[in-house]
Structure formats: structure tokens, C-alpha cells
T-cell receptor, first 115, second 111 residues
Framework: DQQVKQNSPSLSVQEGRISILNCDYT??????FLWYKKYPAEGPTFLIS?????DKNEDGRFTVFLNKSAKHLSLHIVPSQPGDSAVYFCAALGFPFSGNTPLVFGKGTRLSVIA | EAQVTQNPRYLITVTGKKLTVTCSQN?????MSWYRQDPGLGLRQIYYSMNVEVTDKGDVPEGYKVSRKEKRNFPLILESPSPNQTSLYFC??????????FGQGTRLTVV
């Protein structure tokens, strides 16, 4: 049973427009969420995170929104740039981290930003 | 420079021939883990380690072993590799389990 779901395997967006990547989770014990970005032939790199005590976290062009009641989070990229084209993974963690709740990843969404 | 280094980057081997993928981090992180990435399945955790001599199974530990004799190193061992272990492997380290630094990946093919 998949605890972290990214239901859109791919997304295409025009340069300059907003990219919205969605993520749903089923485990109510998760209370810390992360987004990773992965380019081909490279390891994932941490992008942005959010704790369950917040509903929004912003870092430059990237904003993550968390809706705890819906067990849903989304990553907004505004404006989208061609260099944002990558696979984005949503991940979740129980906190405080105990080591018994490893980081759980979604399957990823491939974002293509078209010039 | 903060780094997680995996070796080798690419490996082709035959079924049953033992192999080790090394992972080393220079950030003095306590937490390290191994993931495999497969098409349509995302990143799945194989094993993790909270500290030296402390390891535990992740989601897909079958067919793998790990050891954590020193804080900086966390090798992944395949005692008898099989074709279903053909995958892209990532090592990661972090101080608290989140915000992990990942290695560049090891693409393993077992024929």
C-alpha cells in the first residue's frame, strides 16, 4: 500500500507559467514533508520542506502548501523555467524522527517546462 | 565541500557474484540510508542506519546487507545478486533523517 502518492507521472508547463505538482499521503503519523528534485544521472537534491504546524512555506520561486485535513500537499513553481525540467519527488517523515519511520517517497512526477 | 560519494557509478555483473557498492559521507552525519529507484516505483528504502553499528531494514531489504563500522561509510552488499536487483541505487546521509544529501547514484545491471 503506497503511503505517499504522486498521481501525475508527468506534467508539461510553458515557460513563465505556474507549475503545480501534487502529492497525497495516507499515514496520519507523517508530519514533515519534503520535495526533492532529480535530474537524469544525478542523485535527488533537497528542494523545500514543510512541517505540519505550517500550511505554507516559501523559498524564492518555490512554495509548498500543506492541507492536513485532506492529507494533501502541493509544490508551486512560479514562474517556471526550462531549468526546472526534472523529476520531482514528494517525501514524508514522522517527527520527531525516531529512526523507525524512514523517509517515504512518492513515485515522482516528471516536469517538462517548454520554452 | 559536503559530499556523499558512491562507487562504482556503473556496474555490470553476473548472477551470483558477490558485489559491494561503497558509500562515504564527509559531513559527520549520523543517519545514512540506501535507496533503489525503479521505473514506476519511485525511490524505495533498502536499509538505513541511525549510527555506528546500528542498522535496520527499510521497505525492500531482501537480498541486501549493509554494515556501519564507521560513521562515514555505509557499504551495500549483494551476496548473491539476481537480475531483479538491476536498478539505480542511491546512498543518502543526513543529521536527522530529513533533508538528506544524496550520492550520484550507482547503476547496477545483473545479467
Amino acid at each position: 500500500d503506497q503511503q505517499v502518492k504522486q498521481n501525475s507521472p508527468s506534467l508539461s508547463v510553458q515557460e513563465g507559467r505556474i507549475s503545480i505538482l501534487n502529492c497525497d499521503y495516507t499515514n496520519s503519523m507523517f508530519d514533515y514533508f519534503l520535495w526533492y528534485k532529480k535530474y537524469p544521472a544525478e542523485g535527488p537534491t533537497f528542494l523545500i520542506s514543510i512541517s505540519s504546524i505550517k500550511d505554507k512555506n516559501e523559498d524564492g520561486r518555490f512554495t509548498v502548501f500543506l492541507n492536513k485535513s485532506a492529507k494533501h500537499l502541493s509544490l508551486h513553481i512560479v514562474p517556471s523555467q526550462p531549468g526546472d525540467s526534472a523529476v520531482y519527488f514528494c517525501a514524508a517523515l514522522g517527527f520527531p524522527f525516531s529512526g523507525n519511520t524512514p523517509l517515504v517517497f512518492g513515485k515522482g512526477t516528471r516536469l517538462s517546462v517548454i520554452a | 565541500e559536503a559530499q556523499v560519494t558512491q562507487n562504482p557509478r556503473y556496474l555490470i555483473t553476473v548472477t551470483g557474484k558477490k558485489l559491494t557498492v561503497t558509500c562515504s559521507q564527509n559531513m559527520n552525519h549520523e543517519y545514512m540510508s540506501w535507496y533503489r529507484q525503479d521505473p514506476g516505483l519511485g525511490l524505495r528504502q533498502i536499509y538505513y542506519s541511525m549510527n555506528v553499528e546500528v542498522t535496520d531494514k527499510g521497505d525492500v531489504p531482501e537480498g541486501y546487507k549493509v554494515s556501519r563500522k564507521e560513521k562515514r561509510n555505509f557499504p551495500l552488499i549483494l551476496e548473491s545478486p539476481s537480475p531483479n536487483q538491476t536498478s539505480l541505487y542511491f546512498c543518502a546521509s543526513s543529521q536527522q533523517g530529513a533533508d538528506a544529501f544524496f550520492g550520484q547514484g550507482t547503476r547496477l545491471t545483473v545479467v
